[in-house]
């Protein structure tokens, strides 16, 4: 070997030429047991995400049946340490509305109902500084108009759809599917 | 090559419900209708499938019947048996048969009442057992418990399909097809009436416990949601608790083809269901169905299961039983569900609902 490449050959080993003997925490550790005569200890494992299907009046499963845990907190749910994390980050609300008046409702309601094509939820929402939920909540359009519109959207989508090539159908169609057996 | 095997089908089916007779318990055979007089040249009508269904079971068919299904001691004579294994459909073939015979005691108004007794029965066990179980789901376990098929396969279950006298009459304008398993259910439920009429209601309820409400249903398979969330967050709302809030518990391969999240619901500090899903919208999905089946199947233990007609006391003349009755304490009520999917006044328009130009109206 040249004295260029005994120089720049590494001297130690980065990989262990065998495995590791893996570190799995003892399932019995944090485990009740009881012990029972004769010497026999019961150890009751059972699954942790598993719930109870048993749910008895006098001790039902679901803590709507039961005095809440802890009276109302004042910290905020969304930011809460103790709690695990939202699922969804994106949907916790970023900012609080102000309070609408009567009077800027009746006035929303109008505009929505005089051209709905015109004057959207998020149009009237971005104007009167209120969530877009709120608009179509409070300024709602009357059933068979709102029909309507939702049908007019659907066959718009639907001929959307109708280009599609297979593939993207098909792929389309198995989401569908497996939304049938959530 | 399928219409070749369901005709075979059908026609398997029609031989074995083919009525068979012994001969030993007819009075004359070969039958008057079937034999041709010598003199007459005009031709006979005569089907003997008609004539064999149309026969009477023998009497010892029906008390081992009656023997068997414990109603042994319930009356003297196989009459009122017979009565109850017969159906209204027998009626029309058995009048052209025997135009000169009176016709034979039929089990409809005993069907009818002992429909309405396994429905009340049935009601009140579903209702008391899960107090808080919605309306729709109510429905359907009591059509589990003693439907027209259910009660179809108690009868069959006891035996009652040899001793079943009926007729396949067709559509007509006035009425559908009688069916099979449409007369076999008439059987159960007369029985049912029967005990009623002859003992008490209490052995009527306990023969109804016995047959029908034993029987195993799977409710969970019964509650079915389109939006579990919605449900969930309005039924949080009548409750007066915090607003429900997904939380993820576990995941695992977020970016991979096959992940798995566990997600919780909450409310405040209270976790009201668990689920999982290779999404995050299936777990929230999940979890909320979780939330709601645990609220909806909470059921009273059964040894502390008291029913309403328990206060029943007596027979049908108001003669009082000689068995003392225990204190009734009647269960909790339970809470009433949301009207968001409960199928109830889906259609119909809330009157306090009014239009913009009534407000303007009024303002004016």
């Known amino acids: 070997m040249s004295a260029l490449a005994r120089t720049l050959r590494r001297c130690y080993s980065t990989r262990l030429p065998t495995r590791p003997p893996s570190r799995v925490p003892d399932p019995l550790a944090d485990v009740p047991k009881l012990t029972l005569e004769d010497n026999v200890t019961f150890i009751h494992r059972p699954p942790p995400t598993m719930p109870s299907p048993e749910s008895f009046t006098t001790s039902p499963s679901s803590p709507l049946l039961r005095p809440p845990a802890q009276p109302q907190s004042t910290t905020n749910p969304f930011t809460d340490p103790s709690l695990p994390p939202v699922s969804r980050p994106s949907l916790i609300p970023k900012k609080q509305y102000p309070q609408l008046t009567d009077q800027a409702i009746r006035s929303m309601r109008d505009l929505r109902h005089s051209n709905p094509a015109k004057w959207t939820c998020t149009k009237l929402a971005a104007k009167f500084n209120c969530a877009p939920g709120f608009v179509s909540l409070v300024a709602g359009l009357k059933s068979g108009v709102w029909k309507q519109r939702v049908r007019n959207t659907a066959d718009l989508h639907q001929r959307e759809r109708d280009k599609w090539g297979e593939k993207k159908a098909l792929a389309h169609k198995i989401r569908a599917k497996k939304r049938e057996f959530w | ?364």
């Not at chain 2, 089916?13 to 055979?29: D, E, H």
């Open chain 2, 1 to 364: 090559m399928q219409n070749a095997q369901r005709r075979l089908a059908s026609t398997a089916t029609a031989q074995k419900l083919k009525p068979t007779i012994p001969l030993s318990s007819v009075r004359t055979f070969p039958p008057p209708q079937a034999l041709k007089p010598k003199d007459s040249k005009s031709p006979i009508f005569f089907d003997s499938d008609t004539w064999a269904a149309s026969q009477p079971p023998p009497p010892a068919a029906v008390t081992a019947f009656a023997h068997r299904v414990g109603l042994g001691k319930l009356t003297t004579s196989p009459k009122l048996i017979q009565q109850a294994c017969t159906h209204e459909s027998i009626t029309l073939p058995y009048s052209k048969l025997h135009p000169n015979k009176p016709l034979p005691l039929t089990n409809t108004n005993l069907a009818t009442l002992g429909n309405s007794l396994l429905g009340l029965f049935a009601t009140e066990f579903v209702h008391a057992s899960y107090p808080h179980l919605p309306t729709r789901v109510v429905k359907a376990a009591v059509s589990a418990y003693v439907g027209p098929t259910t009660c179809a396969d108690v009868a069959r279950e006891m035996g009652a399909a040899p001793l079943l006298r009926w007729y396949r009459a067709p559509n007509t304008l006035l009425r559908p097809a009688v069916l099979h398993h449409e007369a076999l259910s008439s059987v159960s439920r007369a029985l049912t009436a029967l005990v009623y009429q002859e003992r008490s209601i209490e052995a009527a309820k306990s023969f109804a416990h016995n047959y029908f409400l034993s029987r195993e249903i799977d409710l969970r398979a019964m509650i079915k949601f389109t939006n579990p969330k919605k449900a969930l967050a309005l039924t949080v709302e009548k409750f007066g608790r915090e607003k429900p809030i997904s939380r993820l518990l576990k995941e695992t391969g977020r970016f991979s083809v096959s992940p798995v999240f566990v997600v919780g619901i909450y409310s405040g500090q209270d976790k009201l269901g668990e689920g999982f899903g290779s999404s995050l919208s299936m777990a929230e999905f999940r979890a909320a169905e979780d939330a709601l089946q645990r609220l909806y199947l909470t059921r009273t233990p059964p040894d502390q299961l008291r029913l309403p007609s328990q206060t029943f006391t007596g027979d049908v003349f108001g003669n009082l039983s000689s068995l003392k009755s225990t204190p009734y304490i009647p269960g909790e009520l339970g809470h009433a569900e949301v009207n968001y999917g409960s199928a109830g006044r889906s259609s119909i328009v809330n009157p306090a609902n009014r239009t913009l130009s009534e407000e303007e109206l009024e303002e004016d």
